[in-house]
Nanobody
Framework: VQLQASGGGLVQAGGSLRLSCAAS????????MAWYRQNPGNQREMVAI???????TYADSVKGRFTISSDNAKTIVYLQMNSMKPEDTAVYYC?????????WGEGTQVTVSS
């Protein structure tokens, strides 16, 4: 399974971006899809997770600002990011967990200017 993320870019503080991540094929039985982010020298951190059943989990730092959603028919996961802050700057990676393995996209850069 290959994951292709898109939607990153440069935005001013307070602005919004929407990330998308599509799997190369439809997978109905995945466990969860998620977004992580990472800056150089730091560990990759979880941003938001959505299970196949629709349950969501968010990092405390993004609660109330970011929303994760999915289109199970197409195996696409979205991350709507509002009220963005400079500390949201990072490379964002999508992730899919399935019984066959743990899959990662290549990452998309998000930069928030102050």
């Amino acid at each position: 399974v290959q994951l292709q993320a898109s939607g990153g870019g440069l935005v001013q503080a307070g602005g919004s971006l929407r990330l998308s991540c599509a799997a190369s094929r439809t997978i109905f039985s995945y466990n969860s899809m998620a977004w992580y982010r990472q800056n150089p020298g730091n560990q990759r951190e979880m941003v938001a997770i959505i299970t196949n059943g629709g349950s969501t989990t968010y990092a405390d730092s993004v609660k109330g600002r970011f929303t994760i959603s999915s289109d199970n028919a197409k195996t696409i996961v979205y991350l709507q990011m509002n009220s963005m802050k400079p500390e949201d700057t990072a490379v964002y990676y999508c992730n899919l967990k399935h019984v066959s393995g743990n899959y990662w996209g290549e990452g998309t850069q998000v930069t928030v200017s102050s």
